[in-house]
């Protein structure tokens, strides 16, 4: 109880940063609020995957030498009188020129006085962790391309797109030999992540281009071809395609579905978001699309 007291700010701390409450009240609710800026999100894990070798490779370059960085500085920081705030004199916009709202959240945190050092000290320690998972995230994209080139294959080739129809309820119509037609379904915006609500389903179809796929959700979470082929998927983000670094890779027979197609994001055996990444298209039943809820701020 008494710690508790302690962590209680006397005046709380008003924010208006992207993704963090409008206030905060203690320092406990600060970390737990910075903690969920650390992680890397699917959508921002999709934008990392379409950068080109040079700019993926300049920004693990910048990403490990900015957290080398604040792990040298954090050190000479704890415990040095005015040290906090000639650190973020130093730290210029042009540090976090990839991290807009950690930007923002640092320029308010700056105005803060002295006495409130432990508060910029944990966004620092927080920041550094963020760069850590998206380095982690870098090399990983970097080691995925380098498995590929080595796996040249006719999977090279140039990827189709498939032409589709969706259509809508009363209307016939005729379809050429390219198109495919899929009823009530949506099209996800591709590099965007789609919340899904299917927290009593038994399975989720998804069309990836005009392939149809399941994941079924029994004993254990499974990712479902048309022959019945199964993939088991793994709790937090799955990368699906026909590349072979993917998590779980689509058979080269279906051609239409990109090496790199989507990421279906697993929370407690079930999917909760799919982003696509495809250049055909990733497309699920409207009934599945979550309307995310408006999130009241504290007054």
């Known amino acids: 109880m008494g710690s508790a007291k302690q962590n209680k700010f006397s005046q709380p701390l008003h924010l208006s940063v992207k993704g963090l409450p409008e206030f905060i009240t203690s320092l406990e609710q600060f970390d737990q609020a910075l903690s969920r800026k650390t992680l890397i999100t699917s959508e921002l894990f999709a934008k990392l995957l379409t950068l080109d070798d040079d700019r993926l490779n300049s920004l693990t370059s910048a990403t490990r030498q900015a957290a080398d960085l604040l792990q040298r ?142 994941i079924e959700m029994w004993d254990k979470t499974s990712f479902i071809d048309s022959h019945g082929q199964s993939a088991k998927l793994k709790e937090g983000r799955n990368l699906i395609g026909r590349a072979l670094h993917n998590d779980v890779v689509v058979d080269a027979e ?16 079930r999917p909760v978001g799919i982003t696509d990444l495809s250049s055909g298209g990733t497309f699920i039943s409207r009934t599945l699309v979550s309307v995310p809820k408006k999130v009241a701020r504290a007054s």
């Open 73 to 214: 500085v954090l050190k000479r920081a704890v415990g040095s009188p005015n040290a906090v705030d000639e650190l973020f004199r130093k730290l210029g916009s042009a540090f976090f020129t990839e991290d807009h709202s950690w930007r923002k959240l640092f320029m308010t945190l700056s105005a803060l006085p002295s006495k409130r050092d432990e508060i910029k000290l944990l966004a620092l320690s927080k920041y550094r962790n963020y760069l850590l998972a998206r380095l982690a995230a870098l090399n990983s994209i970097g080691s995925n391309r380098l498995q590929s080139q080595i796996h040249v294959t006719a999977d090279s080739e140039a990827e189709s797109v498939t032409e589709l129809v969706v259509q809508r309820p009363g209307v016939t119509q005729e379809l050429s030999s390219s198109e495919t037609i899929i009823r009530d379904v949506v099209q996800l915006p591709k590099g965007k992540t789609t919340p899904v609500r299917a927290e009593d389903m038994a399975c989720v179809d998804v069309w990836m281009a005009k392939r149809r796929f399941r």
């Open 254 to 269: 279906y051609p239409e579905v990109s090496r790199n197609h989507m990421i279906v994001d697993i929370r407690d055996g």
